[in-house]
């Protein structure tokens, strides 16, 4: 069965700290693809990277990236010089490829992250 | 606007009492689904559909009913809701590319739901 852990359950930090959300999975396809939501106060989830199981290359958007180690099944996210409007709760999630064209999107618990003033 | 519109955005109801939550996505989307979220244990899935007249149980589809007639709409129905059915709801489409493997899901708002 799929299985996506958040260890971190609440993180807080000060504002241009940099933090790192962790995020450990399992799963026995060889296909898969991982993602990272955030839900911020207002509630509603935002997508923010998906990849494949053939991509291991760690990816940068502006401040944030992604390091995906499938020798160790994790999928770690990093905000670099963390602001006030990154406060959010940041979801990982696992999918197979089974059903092809859709699939199910197994969750982690999800992070919360605040970055004080 | 490509969207994903969940109704009605909150709702305090009693035990037993019928209702629906309505879902309707403008994106021709083939695959919907609903999850629900609860602290501490993220979103799982309540039930999904692959296109109109498809539809599957998800990881907790216990007291929930869906309907797939038309291709836009997804509603969840809660023939008899109890206490336990509080929680947040997320309703979430995505095209079904089988060539390009796992899709973005676009999500809906929310609508939290209270069962007294």
């Known amino acids: 069965a799929q299985k996506v852990t958040q260890a971190q359950t609440e993180i807080s930090v000060v504002e241009k700290e940099d933090v790192t959300l962790d995020c450990v999975y399992e799963t026995r396809d060889t296909t898969y693809y991982l993602f990272w939501y955030k839900q911020p106060p207002s509630g509603e989830l935002v997508f923010l990277i998906r990849r494949n199981s053939f991509d291991e290359q760690n990816e940068i958007s502006g401040r944030y990236s992604w390091n995906f180690q499938k020798s160790t099944s994790s999928f770690n996210f990093t905000i670099t010089a963390s602001q006030v409007v990154d406060s959010a709760v940041y979801f990982c999630a696992l999918s197979d490829a089974l059903i092809q064209g859709a699939q199910k999107l197994v969750f982690g618990q999800g992070t919360r992250l605040t970055i004080n003033p | 606007e490509a969207q994903v519109t969940q109704n009605p955005r909150y709702l305090i109801t009693v035990t037993g009492k019928k209702l629906t939550v309505t879902c309707s996505q403008n994106m021709n989307h083939e695959y919907m689904s609903w999850y629900r979220q609860d602290p501490g244990l993220g979103l799982r899935q309540i039930y999904y559909?692959?296109?109109?007249?498809?539809?599957d149980k998800g990881d907790v589809p216990e007291g929930y009913k869906v309907s797939r007639k038309e291709k836009r709409n997804f509603p969840l129905i809660l023939e008899s809701p109890s206490p336990n059915q509080t929680s947040l709801y997320f309703c979430?489409?995505?095209?079904?590319?089988?060539?390009?493997?796992?899709?973005?899901?676009?999500f809906g708002a929310g609508s939290r739901l209270t069962v007294l």
């Open positions: 559909s692959m296109n109109v007249e498809v539809t």
């Open positions: 979430a489409s995505s095209p079904t590319e089988a060539a390009s493997g796992a899709n973005v899901l676009t």
